[in-house]
């Protein structure tokens, strides 16, 4: 695919980001605030099925030089907020990548109202909300969009959500997860979701309701305790259709405009301080690059949301 023409008047959102020497700036005596953080974590070696996800941050960040700024629907310019690109994570599928990856998050967590995680499979959850929750976890929760319910044993892109609540403690009660589809999760792993008391919007459900319906009462569940909440966008809660570069992807999964929708409603939440973009495998997206533009304009979303907010 080859780049658009270059044009004065309609700068690309990649040069968005804010040039900051990021080790310099966290050794200074005032390090730097943004209004939104990036962090690129390329997990891929503990899926479940073979992933290239590690070469999908970098695609994701090339996506934005096809999308400006300006939001025509709210009037309004994200470029107005400042944002940061903090660099990827180096090695982050094993023990020690994983703390990596926390320290990292914490990092931007405090430097930035929204940090936002570019995966990499679904395993990522795990290590980036331990960082964003630190000492708050008790009163911290999850939001998931997401076919499945992520709740199997051992360390896997199958198994964040379990995680959270075993090696963390995250209260189960302050889970939600929107938009599980049909014939995509087993009678044992819904038996545990309901068992940890997990809140459940199925795909079904999303049908007759409106997106900023499903997300306010999400984050009034996940943010009861007042604490932070983390949302997961497992990209494979879309239409297959929609999302070729997403394996576990189902036909009959959300549409793209509502995946775009959820995260403009995400963004308006200053309660939501951390998000993350999950089980992306660019090397097998379509030619168009659809799935990996998605991702693109959900940061923007994101942005647009979070803007129409202050």
């Excluded at 990092?107 to 990499?120: H, P």
């Excluded at 973009?277 to 659809?290: V, W, Y």
Aim: aromatic letters at 6%; one cysteine or more.
């Amino acid at each position: 695919m080859s780049a658009p023409k270059e044009d004065a008047l309609w700068p690309r959102a990649s040069a968005w980001f804010q040039a900051v020497d990021v080790a310099a700036d966290i050794d200074s005596a005032n390090p730097a605030k943004f209004d939104l953080g990036l962090m690129g974590i390329p997990a891929h070696l503990t899926s479940i099925s073979p992933t290239n996800a590690h070469t999908t941050p970098a695609a994701i960040r090339a996506a934005l030089q096809r999308y400006s700024t300006y939001n025509w629907s709210t009037d309004s310019d994200v470029s107005n907020l400042s944002f940061t690109d903090f660099g990827d994570v180096t090695e982050p599928d094993s023990e020690a990548g994983e703390a990596r990856t926390s320290q990292l998050a914490a990092e931007v967590a405090a430097r930035s109202g929204l940090a936002i995680g570019l995966g990499g499979d679904n395993s990522i959850t795990f290590a980036m909300a331990r960082g964003v929750f630190g000492s708050k976890v008790e009163t911290a929760g999850l939001i998931t969009l997401d076919a499945h319910h992520d709740l199997r044993d051992g360390v896997s892109n199958g198994s964040p959500v379990r995680r959270l609540v075993d090696e963390l403690g995250l209260d189960g009660r302050r889970i939600v997860q929107i938009g599980i589809a049909d014939f995509s999760n087993s009678p044992a792993y819904a038996a545990r979701a309901k068992e940890l008391g997990i809140f459940v919007i199925p795909r079904s459900a999303l049908r007759d309701r409106s997106m900023a319906d499903v997300m306010a009462e999400a984050v009034s569940i996940a943010g009861s305790a007042g604490g932070p909440v983390h949302v997961d966008f497992d990209v494979d809660v879309c239409d297959r259709s929609v999302v070729p570069a997403c394996p576990a992807a189902a036909p009959g999964g959300i549409s793209a405009d509502e995946f775009r929708q959820l995260a403009f409603e995400a963004g308006r939440y200053s309660q939501v301080r951390s998000v993350d973009f999950t089980e992306i495998d660019a090397s097998i997206d379509s030619d168009d690059g659809r799935t990996v533009r998605l991702a693109a304009l959900g940061i923007l979303e994101l942005a647009a949301g979070r803007l129409s907010s202050i």
